[in-house]
T-cell receptor, first 114, second 110 residues
Framework: DSGVTQTPKHLITATGQRVTLRCSPR?????VYWYQQSLDQGLQFLIQ???????AKGNILERFSAQQFPDLHSELNLSSLELGDSALYFC?????????????FGPGTRLTVL | SQKIEQNSEALNIQEGKTATLTCNYT??????LQWYRQDPGRGPVFLLL?????KEKRKERLKVTFDTTLKQSLFHITASQPADSATYLC?????????FGAGTRLTVKP
């Protein structure tokens, strides 16, 4: 158990809908990262937050947005969902948010868009 | 365009042998390279990090090498065990950019 929690574990929704994925980092970790993993694209970095501020942006679509709250939990919002958004979404956390930190990954949220 | 290739999708070896996984990259200059283990349906688990100025890093039965001239990292698991069966991902990091390879699925047969 990495100490990172993600809810929900599974999510099934329809095209065009909007969903919110939630992540609670390990106690003491200030940085949160979001990743998408699909069969054809592999693990893709989406976005990183550090202590409430956006720090780095990867291949995140404009339909997706995220934020980190004062209690350091983070939410990833996915809107106007398409079939291709079906994937595993992972959240990871680290202490300082630099890439020499160890990132601890959560168990993931499996999103299925029908 | 930037490309990260891990030697093969799958690697099967006998228990007790050394597993060697390869991560090659092009059009990228990583400052760090990381290796992760991922079990089915679970999040990746960090194993080792090696910096661009380091040639080799070891941790218990694991060894990583990093050759910036060849643009290649090798990941070795010595005295492999069936419990080492998993997918192994390499990740390249430069500034705030992190890119993962597709992974190699390792199966260690008893």
């Amino acid at each position: 158990d990495s100490g990172v929690t993600q809810t929900p574990k599974h999510l099934i929704t329809a095209t065009g809908q909007r969903v919110t994925l939630r992540c609670s980092p390990r106690s003491g970790d200030l940085s949160v990262y979001w990743y998408q993993q699909s069969l054809d694209q592999g693990l893709q970095f989406l976005i990183q937050y550090y202590n409430g501020e956006e720090r780095a942006k990867g291949n995140i679509l404009e339909r997706f947005s995220a934020q980190q709250f004062p209690d350091l939990h983070s939410e990833l919002n996915l809107s106007s969902l398409e079939l291709g958004d079906s994937a595993l979404y992972f959240c990871a956390s680290s202490v300082l948010g630099v890439y020499t930190d160890t990132q601890y990954f959560g168990p993931g949220t499996r999103l299925t868009v029908l | 365009s930037q490309k990260i290739e891990q030697n093969s999708e799958a690697l099967n070896i006998q228990e007790g042998k050394t597993a060697t996984l390869t991560c090659n990259y092009t059009n990228y200059s990583p400052a760090y390279l990381q290796w992760y283990r991922q079990d089915p349906g679970r999040g990746p688990v960090f194993l080792l990090l090696i910096r661009e100025n380091e040639k080799e890093k070891r941790k218990e039965r694991l060894k990583v090498t990093f050759d910036t001239t060849l643009k290649q990292s090798l990941f070795h698991i010595t005295a492999s065990q069936p419990a080492d069966s998993a997918t192994y991902l390499c990740a390249l990091v430069n500034n705030n950019d992190m890119r993962f390879g597709a992974g190699t699925r390792l199966t260690v047969k008893p």
